[in-house]
């Protein structure tokens, strides 16, 4: 049965925040490319995916939830939020559980922010921080970030942030480290900079990659929260832990700001499969450790196939490379997915030039280097 047709600008109705957003538009899934492309075995680079999937740990656990699923899930995320609360040695009472870290940074511009009020952001972060600043009609203070010929190039400029505080200033987003730059602050400026920021300014760190700097570089920002009650820190189970389809992230705070997120926080924003996988996932530390070695061996071949082509890039501590083409990377883009290769353009972020390129397998990332070669070569 067709629609009828009507007068009514549904848009103009929508509140003034939403009706300037453009939707997000998903990339198309494998079996879809491979269809109209008439090419098997297309390799996904794109969306910062652990190439080997979830933990076998996580794998097992929603098997055994699987003859729950007619129930609804804990509400409250007992068992997780116990796990958690453990692994960083916060209280439970200080943790709110969301559909992905997107969600909780959802709730905190819902819960925190309002059109008098303004939220900063790094030029080049993560595009969730605009979104949920616009959606609520907030004031944007976008910094600008450091340039390519810094010695941490397009990262998050804190000099720069510090200066742009004002009396309007709310919230600050910085995720370290940064993506699609992969950017990263040391411990000893960032530390410096959050104490210097007022206690009425909220400081959201986003954690989502942080397992993938080496043990001696992470910066662990909930060893913070005693000390900074404005801190609040986001993490994530899509990266390393492999379980991006199940959408499950959280963030540590002090625990009044934690009840306000969870006065607005859906009972069942997190299913019981995410649920019983992220327990499980947590302590799987071989699977972890694996994880980490098959990212720093595929980001090295990466590096090393950039030097020899000729290509800057920045150095990253994600499980990404941004990769700068010197010139349109639409173009390089398109060759790459008609050889089978699936990356990110990251034109909407400004880089017109450039892609973000994921780390995958030793075999994917061999067959990465060969199409990049012929390519760019």
């Not at 600008?144 to 990262?155: K, M």
Request: proline residues 6%.
């Amino acid at each position: 049965m067709k629609h009828q047709k009507t007068m009514t600008d549904f848009k103009k109705l929508a509140v003034p925040g939403v009706r300037q957003l453009n939707p997000y538009i998903p990339g198309k899934p494998i079996s879809e490319l491979e269809r109209e492309l008439g090419i098997e075995n297309i390799i996904k680079l794109a969306s910062n995916e652990n190439p080997l999937g979830p933990s076998p740990k996580a794998m097992k656990a929603i098997e055994k939830e699987m003859d729950e699923l007619a129930l609804y899930p804990d509400g409250n995320g007992f068992e997780l939020k116990k796990v958690l609360a453990e692994k960083h040695q916060v209280g439970m009472d200080q943790i709110t559980l969301g559909n992905g870290s997107n969600d909780v940074l959802v709730l905190l511009a819902e819960a925190y922010l309002s059109p008098d009020v303004s939220a900063m952001y790094s030029q080049y972060s993560f595009a969730v921080y605009p979104i949920a600043i616009q959606a609520v009609g907030a004031i944007h203070q976008m910094i600008p970030a450091t340039t390519w010929e810094d010695e941490r190039p397009l990262g998050c400029d804190l000099p720069a942030m510090k200066a742009a505080i004002n009396e309007k200033t709310r919230m600050i987003f910085i995720a370290n480290p940064n993506n699609p730059t992969g950017s990263f602050l040391h411990k000893e400026e960032l530390y410096a900079f959050i104490k210097s920021v007022a206690e009425d300014v909220i400081i959201v760190l986003d954690e989502a990659y942080l397992e993938y700097a080496s043990p001696e570089e992470r910066v662990d920002g909930s060893l913070w929260l005693d000390e900074f009650p404005n801190l609040v820190i986001t993490r994530t189970f899509s990266k390393a832990y492999g379980l991006a389809g199940f959408r499950v992230g959280y963030c540590l705070s002090n625990p009044e700001i934690a009840n306000v997120l969870n006065r607005i926080r859906q009972p069942f924003n997190v299913n019981s499969l995410a649920l019983a996988a992220a327990t499980a996932a947590i302590g799987d530390e071989a699977f972890l450790a694996r994880s980490m070695q098959v990212n720093a061996s595929g980001m090295q071949m990466l590096a090393d196939c950039c030097e020899q082509l000729g290509l800057r890039y920045v150095p990253s501590k994600g499980n990404f490379l941004l990769v700068d083409f010197g010139q349109d990377a639409m173009p390089v883009y398109q060759n790459m997915l008609e050889l089978g290769i699936i990356t990110r353009p990251v034109a909407n972020y400004g880089l017109t030039n450039c892609l973000r390129i994921t780390i995958g397998t030793e075999t994917e990332m061999q067959r990465m280097v060969s199409v990049m070669e012929q390519v760019c070569g």
